[in-house]
Nanobody, 125 residues
Framework: QVPLVESGGGSVQAGGSLRLSCAVS????????MGWFRQAPGKERGVVAV????????DYADSVKCRFTIPRDNGKNTLYLQMNNLKPEDTAVYYC??????????????????WGRGTQVTVSS
């Protein structure tokens, strides 16, 4: 059973908005570092946004700052990625991930032990 399930992807025109959801089961998401990553065809998986456990400190890739936010609803044990002013270069498969801070940076996929299956986001110009 995959403990992380993403939803909310789709197709949108440039300038539009989407909200991705990541439902967490089996553990309390607020106790973990949670992140959104994305992977476009032919490119490596890279960080979009992360939220740290406890204090809800967040960090964003430079390319999405001021456009994306990563709110978390602890009552629903759900992580979101609110994406505004979408651009064609945001087109990718988006993955939700959970992990604990360790020897790798929180922006590194190696920090995260649990991954969802991904949801496609396509932005047309």
């Amino acid at each position: 059973q995959v403990p992380l399930v993403e939803s909310g992807g789709g197709s949108v025109q440039a300038g539009g908005s989407l909200r991705l959801s990541c439902a967490v089961s089996g553990y309390t998401s607020s106790s973990y570092c949670m992140g959104w990553f994305r992977q476009a065809p032919g490119k490596e998986r890279g960080v979009v946004a992360v939220i740290y456990p406890g204090a809800d400190t967040t960090d964003y890739a430079d390319s999405v700052k001021c456009r994306f936010t990563i709110p978390r609803d602890n009552g629903k044990n759900t992580l979101y990625l609110q994406m505004n002013n979408l651009k064609p270069e945001d087109t990718a498969v988006y993955y939700c991930a959970a992990g604990r801070p360790g020897p790798y940076p929180v922006s590194a996929p190696a920090t995260y032990a649990a991954w969802g299956r991904g949801t496609q986001v396509t932005v047309s110009s």
